[in-house]
């Protein structure tokens, strides 16, 4: 904290880390995060290349692929991170949500770029102050990649992915969303 | 195949973060504050954990603050903050914040709180000329998200900071997606408070998550 500026705690208690947050520390995920930061601090350099390199290997299978758009900064942006916005070539489009349980059941784990708040699909946020339209901003998927992430898994991701689109394509989704 | 690609959400926990949390709960599991040998044993794999979190992030090793997790990081450093002031005062944040940040201002606002939400280009980036702008005499924090998680754009952390910096407002950022990935060079440290997250580290998840609240 800068100097002279105080930050009030949270909670009121014992005084522990600092007096800016009371509480007896759960030692062992603490030591859990050290052992973890340790080891990332090592291996980040390498494996922050190696990511990008997944990453752009997904991008180049799957961008402009049965309309799908990349959302978020191509250059400045996180290495481990590929997001998408989906939109047919009939204009019509496919929710995320739709998506992720399709690919769930083809046995890959993504993410709908939105929140869906207890099963409601809304739009998301951050698409609309992007500037994307309510409808649109339903159709953001996220597939983000870690430490266990090989070229293979995103040789098949990218292929499943393509063969849910174009099934979906044909059962025209847009009625579903 | 099964194949796991949502580590933005959280990640698998490495054996050797499992390893050293069983040997916590055997052996250190005193309670940090006790005078005794069960507390000291528990406090010094604290602070040793502690020096391995400032380590990665190139941060004063008095500046890392454990918390219960990436929320109540973002919470402590916006309403700790805004606790500090009687009457209400300017805050500053990105349209592109995630809910842990979105939410708090959003209660400051009803706290009478004066809140801007800068805008982003399409590509998701906020402008530092709009933060410029922004600033006003009574702004006393500035929040914006390093690495958004949704669509997964960095923000120019560091020129957001200088500007702020220049203007004598707090910066804080939320880097909870750049965790151990943040290139944050040592003289950012001393006015950003920065929250992070194990769990994007193949760390656990749970109370072990840091803040770091710096100079």
């Known amino acids: ?177 | 195949m099964q194949i796991y690609l949502d580590y933005s959400a959280t990640t698998p926990t490495r054996p050797e973060a499992i390893a050293a949390m069983q040997a916590a709960m055997t052996e250190q599991w005193g309670n940090p504050s006790s005078l005794h040998q069960w507390g000291n044993r528990a406090a010094t794999l604290t602070e040793r954990s502690r020096l391995q979190v400032a380590d990665l992030i190139n941060a004063p090793i008095d500046s890392i603050v454990f918390t219960a997790g990436g929320t109540e990081a973002d919470n402590l450093a916006i309403m700790g903050v805004a606790r500090q002031y009687r009457q209400p005062q300017h805050l500053i944040i990105s349209s592109v914040e995630h809910s842990a940040v979105a939410e708090p201002a959003r209660q400051l606002e009803a706290w009478g709180w004066q809140v801007t939400r800068l805008a982003v280009n399409p590509a998701g980036q906020v402008n530092p000329q709009e933060l410029a702008a922004a600033l006003r005499a009574n702004t006393v924090l500035v929040s914006v998200i390093y690495g958004q998680s949704e669509v997964g754009t960095l923000q120019p952390i560091e020129a957001l900071g200088q500007i702020t910096r220049a203007h004598g407002a707090l910066f804080h950022t939320d880097a909870v997606q750049v965790w151990g990935d943040c290139r944050l060079t040592s003289s950012l440290w001393g006015w950003i408070c920065c929250r992070c997250r194990a769990t994007k580290s193949t760390g656990p998840r749970g109370p072990e998550r840091c803040m770091c609240v710096l100079g």
Request: aromatic residues 4%; positive net charge; hydrophobic residues 40%.
């Open chain 1, 1 to 177: 904290m800068r100097p002279g500026v105080g930050l009030v705690p949270l909670l009121g208690g014992g005084g522990q880390e600092f007096k800016l947050r009371s509480g007896t520390q759960a030692v062992p995920n603490i030591a859990g995060f050290g052992v973890a930061a340790e080891l990332a601090a090592m291996e980040l350099p390498a494996e922050t290349l190696r990511l990008i390199h997944l990453r752009d290997r997904l991008f180049s299978q799957l961008d402009s692929e049965l309309g799908l758009s990349l959302t978020g900064d191509s250059r400045s942006r996180l290495p481990h991170h590929v997001s998408f916005c989906l939109t047919q070539a009939d204009g019509e489009q496919v929710s995320g949500k739709t998506l992720v349980r399709q690919m769930n059941l083809a046995g890959i784990g993504i993410s709908a770029g939105s929140a869906c708040h207890s099963g409601k699909l809304t739009p998301s946020p951050i698409l609309k102050a992007m500037g994307y339209s309510d409808r649109a901003a339903k159709c953001g998927i996220r597939l983000t990649l870690g430490r266990q992430t090989t070229e293979a898994d995103i040789d098949w991701t990218a292929l499943v992915l393509k063969q849910v689109l174009t099934r979906l394509q044909a059962a025209r989704p847009m009625s579903k969303i």
